[in-house]
């Protein structure tokens, strides 16, 4: 019966494998295989212009050019020409929950404006987390009396 269908096979120019056979090794010109490390696009590049390390992320959560009309996260840092850092950072968020790793030094406030934020933040070795209410505004790091300079690390869109 098994010499039938490969015969048939054979016939119908389809060679069919055995169970025991090896799979094959695809062709030199089959596409690699993709695999996400969610990476954020473009980094190095935003790095040269913009000043701003962006590191991974799920996709809801975007830096984009700040719109006064807009409904976007806003992070403000002590600007610094000699390193192209700007003063003010905007994030879109896509989604209802995001997330983004980022280094971001010199933050001193973090605004959400339409979903509630929780923003991670470093400064002499220990990270603290702030929560930033839905239309709320957060004094920060140098934003706050006595407080250290700090680096954002993470930023969270939480409902």
Known sequence: MSA????LATLA???VAAA???????????PPVAVEDYGYPQADRILTEK???????????????CDQTAQQIRVQTVKDDSVG?????????LAKTGRLTLELPRVFAVEAADHP???????NGETTT?????G???SVGEGTVGGARSVLVELRVTG
């Open 4 to 7: 039938a269908v490969a015969g």
């Open 13 to 15: 120019g389809v060679s």
């Open 20 to 30: 025991d056979d090896p799979p094959t090794t695809p062709p030199a010109s089959a």
């Open 51 to 65: 000043g701003i390390k962006l590191k991974k992320g799920d996709g809801h959560i975007l830096l984009v050019d």
């Open 85 to 93: 850092r700007q003063g003010t950072y905007c994030f879109e968020a």
């Open 117 to 123: 934020v929780s923003a991670d933040l470093t400064a």
């Open 130 to 134: 702030v929560n930033v209410p839905q």
């Open 136 to 138: 709320g505004f957060e």
